[in-house]
């Protein structure tokens, strides 16, 4: 992968302790009751809603990246998608188990990112 060698070893560690924080706060009552909240408050998909298709929602999905920090990861924005949108979300998030998104810095954002392990 091209530019590993510019990541220091002490970065590479603040990602690896970013996937563990993910991990670890989606196993969470508190995550639990906020995803339940989230889907009773706004049932529908919002990306089907926005074409105007109704879809029931089924995962909660941060609309905003949170790279593990506990604030934002309670405290959203929430979207409420169904799984057919979560899943194309974000060059399929779910499915390849990381995010494509490229951070400020002009690296992988997402700690799940090969790039980053
Ligand atoms: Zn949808």
């Not at 593990?68 to 998608?81: A, H, I, K, M, T």
């Amino acid at each position: 992968v091209t530019g590993t060698a510019m990541v220091s070893p002490s970065r590479r560690n603040q990602r690896r302790h970013e996937a563990q924080q993910y991990r670890r706060l989606y196993k969470t009552l508190r995550w639990k009751i906020i995803r339940r909240i989230q889907l009773q408050e706004h049932p529908l998909c919002a990306r089907c809603l926005a074409r105007g298709e109704v879809t029931q929602a089924t995962v909660v999905h941060h609309a905003e990246p949170h790279h593990g920090d506990e604030v934002r990861f309670f405290n959203g924005p929430f979207q409420s998608l169904c799984k057919r949108h979560h899943d194309s979300d974000a060059q399929s998030e779910e499915r390849v188990g990381y995010s494509v998104e490229i951070g400020a810095d002009g690296w992988p954002a997402d700690a799940r990112h090969p790039a980053n392990s």
